[in-house]
């Protein structure tokens, strides 16, 4: 249901609404069900907030950790080897694994990353759709046209904040299993 329905059901609604005697809002509720709902909006918009700003920390700890192996990578030193040695050819393929583990869980990280803070857009509110005449509507009235409308969109933001702590979290592991390849691969760079 788009905002030009749900205030069109609203102009119909206000139309038929025949008002009490004593001036009482017909749909009590309405008021009420809006305000939590707005509430629970912006919490989900604040739980997005703070997952695309711990996302870009992430980011830079990956970066991080991806300079700091390539700088420990000295491929002269690896040319020395002597590789009719069955010990060197096992440090290098070992070496070799650590550096495509490294650079595989960065670019894992990364992936994930850049699909939290641009694949997954949230949805909002048009108030363009807004017109003069919903202004003078009671309240109750325009509270209770708006309820579905924002239900829809509470829920799909709510889906898209889970996927984005889904793919924070992977993003996360792929970080977390960055770092001993890293420290491996320092480790054997030491000792070339």
């Known amino acids: 249901m788009n905002n030009e329905e749900v205030l069109a059901e609203e102009d119909d609604v206000n139309e038929e609404l025949v008002d009490a005697e004593d001036g009482d809002n017909i749909y009590h ?3 009420f069900i809006l305000s939590i709902l707005l509430k629970e ?6 739980r997005k907030n703070t997952i695309e700003s711990r996302t870009g920390i992430l980011i830079t700890l990956s970066s991080g950790l991806l300079t700091f192996a390539i700088s420990k990578i000295e491929l002269s030193k ?4 002597n590789m009719e ?6 440090f290098l393929i070992l070496y070799a694994l650590l550096a ?10 990364t992936v994930l990353s850049v699909i939290v803070l641009v694949a997954l857009r949230y ?7 807004l017109k003069e005449e919903h202004e003078i509507n009671k309240v109750d009235v325009m509270a209770s046209s708006f309820l579905e409308l924002y239900k829809e969109i509470l829920s799909k933001n709510q889906a ?7 793919f924070f979290n992977l993003s996360l592991i792929a970080v977390v299993l960055t770092v001993p390849t890293t420290i491996g691969l320092y480790c054997l760079s030491i000792n070339l």
């Open 160 to 166: 898209i904040n889970n996927k984005k702590a889904l």
């Open 29 to 31: 509720s309405s008021e």
């Open 41 to 46: 909006y912006e919490f989900e918009l604040h």
């Open 85 to 90: 040695l069955t010990s060197n050819k096992i």
């Open 123 to 129: 949805k909002r509110f048009d108030v363009g759709a």
């Open 78 to 81: 690896i040319d020395a080897l």
């Open 100 to 109: 495509l583990g490294t650079l595989f869980f960065w670019l894992c990280s």
